[in-house]
DNA sequence: GTGGAGAATGAACACGTTTTCATTTTTCGT
DNA sequence: ACGAAAAATGAAAACGTGTTCATTCTCCAC
């Protein structure tokens, strides 16, 4: 009763637009959905009032009728943890350049949450989902989403041997470890160590295994004992008690491989602090990510580096093609890894 | 054409459901708003057989005919910084357990952005939304935003005295910093300080004004000395840095208070790495936050803690609160700081 | 058994777009 | 200048839901 006209209360709608114009609603959608004709003045007319009105077309309504919501589902065991918390910060950015918008989930390491969260979530429409959670198979997130969404299972750090995806998702991002791990393994070796150990992440995830699994390959390659394994799971203080106990209790090492950089800073934590060890004198450390903290001179330490900016590139990239195009042929990209050499070998 | 009946391609609509348990779409609506009248066992069998089907509400319909979204925009600047990080981490946790979803966006230091970057985030259509950024007048946010959108200018160490605040947002969120900091200088003089030097954060950044000055204040109160100012910008190179410029440059200090925790880690960093000093016999640091890296071994800081988890659940209590009764009276919520000590003090 | 109050239910409309189709206007070749 | 092709434009339908209003049904008091 009181909306009746261009009151100012609400947003501003086509329709006001096209009124003030003196064009139909109609010509107001074809100025912003740019691939239909449309005479270039009537464009630009039409463009002005709508700044003059503060107008953008409601995406409600605009993702009711198209099925696109330009939402992108994102779901994170934990934002603050240091590798997420920089990989979702790099993918919000790329996304927002292209016209979508981050959908943050969390999910609690009680991964029995996970398919209510995937139901929750479905709710908010998102044109497609990136997943940093393990422990879900493809075809559960598939089960939870219609249409054809495509699920990137974005393993936190995934390498070979490939999981048997058999997922709606065949486009696939491979991040070959192995030149890293063997350029570490190869420094390690000619600095003269001899007892490798392993500080683990959580034991059964899938990027524990496959770093553990490249590792082994590696050092038997290479004519090294297999790796003595400490279990963590990804965080400072499981390895910091890891490290400890490896000393304590077992028989120590000459050179700890962490399976990320965060546990990598517990062990050195673990090492100088409680252990009274020198690093990397007495013990050599190499970590894994190269996340910003990783260069700070209280830890400054020596890693096996993934190029989270050209990753996420990619992955965006592998995403808006398969949105755009949904029947296109199966892409697959391959990023390296590259050992970055700091002050924790030698 | 192929859309005819009820196919299996598509998500479910209410029409289905509606068709197969025998009753209207109305009332599969009313079984799920459950506010209006409806027999008991039809809601039960409606509630079954969406289950089956796997039907949940279009959020889109939803949002187009209700004018809500059930999105929380949230703003950040760098979602890897520790302190945002751990923030956005909570809050979606907290919003995700009340039925809403975060809505992230990223805004690069170039605050000239921001502008075009709320028009862009409008188009979204938040319920609210919570900007940790800087320098932006809430009065510009509403200017953005059309109906009664509540903004809440999220400031990242807000504290007294409070911004003349004009915006459509009456509720508020105090700080109460002055015990912490009242606390640490008390600690500080008491174990012989004198000249107590101010890391800062960005320096005309709403946050590190009023921890500087409420710093200066308490010092003078306690008879010190105004506090010699070493300019940094919250980050953990700048405070590296600026500590260095301190001693080699300017005339040193007995103790350092950081803007954040992360700028204190650059200060004890270049303490002991760069400029061969211990800490605390030599130099004392303190900083700001408590963030989870605080009680890492290499930096075990003392430190003001912001109760992180209330704050945000206060946070996210009043946006609730607001956008349920847009009309209830102001509501102002208080919360303390307290210093955390640990082992660069003493 | 009848009237009426209250609950239960259904029909029509609204929300703000995009899209399809038909119609009108412009442009161009001859 | 005429016809046809192409471009520009508008009307109507659709997307899936919530809400208002009118209608039907149920149950109880008299």
């Known amino acids: ?75 994170v065991p934990d934002v603050c943890s240091h590798w997420e918390s920089q990989e979702v910060d790099a993918l919000t950015t790329a996304l927002q350049n292209e016209g979508f918008a981050t959908l943050l989930f969390k999910t609690r390491t009680d991964y029995s949450m996970d398919e209510k969260l995937l139901a929750y979530m479905r709710g908010f429409n998102p044109d497609s989902v990136i997943a940093f959670v393990e422990n879900v198979k493809p075809t559960t997130l598939a089960q939870f989403l219609d249409r054809a969404v495509p699920i990137y299972v974005h393993y936190p750090h ?11 998702l065949h486009d696939r991002l491979n991040v070959l470890q192995r030149p890293g791990i063997e350029q570490a393994v190869a420094m390690l070796q000619g600095y003269g160590a001899k007892r490798i150990a392993y500080v683990s992440g959580v034991e059964r995830s899938q990027a524990n295994t496959a770093r553990e699994h490249m590792l082994r390959t590696v050092m038997a390659e290479r004519g090294l004992a297999p790796p003595t394994i400490a279990v963590g799971d990804f965080s400072y203080d499981a390895a910091y008690a890891a490290t400890i106990d490896l000393f304590r209790v077992g028989d120590g090492a000459d050179a700890i491989f962490a399976a990320n950089d965060v546990g990598a800073f517990g062990v050195l934590d673990a090492l100088r ?70 002050g924790t070998v030698g």
């Open 1 to 75: 009763m009181s909306d009746a006209g261009g009151m100012g209360r609400g947003r501003a709608t086509a329709e006001m637009v096209a009124q003030r114009a003196n064009v139909s609603r109609i010509s107001v959608s074809r100025a912003f959905n740019s691939h239909t004709s449309l005479k270039p003045e009537k464009r630009a007319l039409i463009l002005r009032i709508a700044e003059e009105l503060n107008y953008t077309p409601d995406r409600a309504a605009r993702a009711l009728v198209s099925g696109r919501s330009h939402l992108i589902g994102v779901i």
């Open 158 to 168: 995934p390498g070979e041997p490939e999981p048997a995806e058999t997922g709606p």
């Open 273 to 342: 602090h409680e252990l009274g060890l020198r690093v990397p004198e007495d013990v050599q450390v190499v970590g894994f990510d190269d996340i910003a903290q990783s260069h700070w001179k209280s830890y400054n330490l020596t890693t096996v580096k993934f190029d989270l900016e050209e990753r996420v590139r990619a992955l965006v990239r592998l995403i808006l093609r398969r949105l755009k195009t949904p029947d296109a042929p199966t892409l697959h990209e391959t990023l390296q890894t590259r050992l970055v050499v700091r």
